[in-house]
Nanobody, 127 residues
Framework: QVQLVQSGGGLVQAGGSLRLSCAAS????????MGWFRQAPGKEREFVAT????????FYADSVKGRFTISRDNAKKTVYLQMNSLQPEDTAVYYC????????????????????WGQGTQVTVSS
């Protein structure tokens, strides 16, 4: 069983930056692919970014590519989402998620593929 606790987030002006953190406990963090998703009011949860347990594979949604960076520190059992050049359309509740994978290069893109979820953290970008 893996528990995920998120931190970071908050209110920022357009063009600003924030970093989200997601700390894991329980399980073997280094065998879990990690993902970030977000859900805006009235919208479905959407994929943002994912990273393999080796850290060697990352993928991003087109809407955040070039602005957001996902990374992980397996020694600290933490995954990060660095968000730069934030825009009002990035306003949402952000969730981290974990799924165990067999190979270090594997990533997952769909929310139903993930087994464990953080509590969510609000990111609000003002114009």
């Amino acid at each position: 069983q893996v528990q995920l606790v998120q931190s970071g987030g908050g209110l920022v002006q357009a063009g600003g930056s924030l970093r989200l953190s997601c700390a894991a406990s329980g399980g073997t963090f280094s065998s879990y692919a990690m993902g970030w998703f977000r859900q805006a009011p009235g919208k479905e949860r959407e994929f943002v970014a994912t990273i393999s347990w080796s850290g060697g594979t990352t993928f991003y949604a087109d809407s955040v590519k070039g602005r957001f960076t996902i990374s992980r520190d397996n020694a600290k059992k933490t995954v990060y989402l660095q968000m730069n050049s934030l825009q009002p359309e990035d306003t949402a509740v952000y969730y981290c998620a974990a799924v165990q994978t067999s190979y270090g290069f594997l990533v997952k893109f769909r929310s139903f593929e993930y087994d464990y979820w953080g509590q969510g953290t609000q990111v609000t970008v003002s114009s």
